[in-house]
């Protein structure tokens, strides 16, 4: 079995200064749609409902259209889903996060690779007692 790749990507698309989708983001349109509620999504990813309102706030208030649609609480309970400009988004979202990852897995990654330590030293102390070793 070989060892997990040391490289993480972290996509973040801005609009203006706010992060309009990133990765936290993307788990929370996923969570939405798993849960059909914002508290739902909120409790599933460990973050407040009000956090969570924020989050959806913000990314509806970016995009050219709502990502998330929210029905109010009644008799037969409130919710949210995903819309289909919400769909498309963190699909778009995911498929572009995937490419990056398959474009930055080439030679230069080996290169880096190659000069990767496979933990950190304790100090810098550890690299004078390396040399003096060796």
């Known amino acids: 079995m070989s060892a997990p790749s040391p490289l993480k990507l972290k996509l973040q698309i801005m609009c203006g200064d706010a992060i309009a989708m990133g990765p936290g983001k ?26 969570a309102w924020q989050l959806v706030d913000l990314m509806n208030r ?7 649609e929210t029905s ?16 498309e988004v963190l699909s778009t979202y995911r498929a572009l996060l995937a ?20 933990r950190p030293l304790r100090s810098q102390a550890e690299r004078q007692g390396e040399t003096a070793e060796g």
């Not at 508290?39 to 990813?45: E, K, T, W």
């Not at 970016?62 to 998330?68: N, R, T």
């Not at 109010?72 to 995903?82: D, Y």
């Open 99 to 118: 490419a990056l990852e398959t474009q930055a897995a080439g030679p230069e990654l080996a290169v880096l690779e190659g000069r990767l330590r496979s």
């Open 72 to 87: 109010p609480g009644s008799a037969r309970g409130g919710g949210a889903r995903l819309t289909v400009e919400g769909q």
């Open 26 to 51: 993307a788990d929370l349109l996923d969570a939405i749609a798993a849960e059909g509620s914002i508290s739902g999504a909120g409790r599933l990813l460990g973050m407040s409902y009000r956090r």
């Open 62 to 68: 970016c995009w050219s259209a709502p990502l998330v």
